[in-house]
């Protein structure tokens, strides 16, 4: 199995890697506060859980600009922000799952966004400086 | 059967946000394509395989209603080995690669990816 670092590492490698951010850990007391996605991963194989990932609404716009290849002032459709707020969260229980090397392939569920008014959750890492709430929850 | 295009290619992602990028980054890569054609899961992928001629199928693992691996097994099942097969996928696991090594799969591509990736794989696929 593994620890929350390990899955932080892969939020930061898949936001530097496919949405040209710059991403590092904070030990800072940072909430993640206001208008937030939470993404949430399930996934099942060699032991179950969830990874769940909550950030700012204006983060994911601004990941969405720089995945899409859009300018800063293009609308984006908000179907097509949580969408990719999903993909973000998809890629990085992917990576992280893949990383572990385990003998027994691992299943995905569909990433489920929702939107909701965070209350300021201790964040462990920022991405383009906005605060990042990273979770893992291991089932059995 | 739709065969006015030389080297059609679906692209199979219940993101669309992520078969955006995908087509983005075939259309950067220079290759001469024809129709880009799109579905959002293994079964709507088969619905476009029986009506269209597509030479080349980029498809993601992990999706809803029937996964890529189902896919490639039905796709198998059909007899269909002209078409090219290239996973997509954040699972780039060695049991993964295992799973699919009998189904013809000829390139993985892991997410994330650079869109060089995709050239590199078309640039190989359309020899």
Redesign the interface.
Known sequence: MSSLKSVTDAVASVAERSFFAFAETTDADVPVAGDCYEICVAFTGAFAGVVRIVMPIALAHELCTAFSGLGPDDVIAQDSLSDLAGEFGNMACGTWLTGLDEPVCFSLTTPVVSQRSEPGKRAVMLVNDQPISVELEIER | MDTSSPFNILIVD?????R??IK?AVKLSGVEVGTIHEAANGQEALGVLEAHAIAALFTDI???VM?GTELLRQMAARGWTHIVRVIV????????RE?VRDLDVRMYV?????PEAIRDVLAEVCH
Not at chain 2, 14 to 18: E, K, L, V
Not at chain 2, 89 to 96: F, V, Y
């Open positions: 219940d993101s669309a946000m992520m955006a990028m983005r992990n999706m809803p996964t996928s954040t699972d780039g696991s060695e049991a993964r799973e892991e997410k994330p990816f650079a």
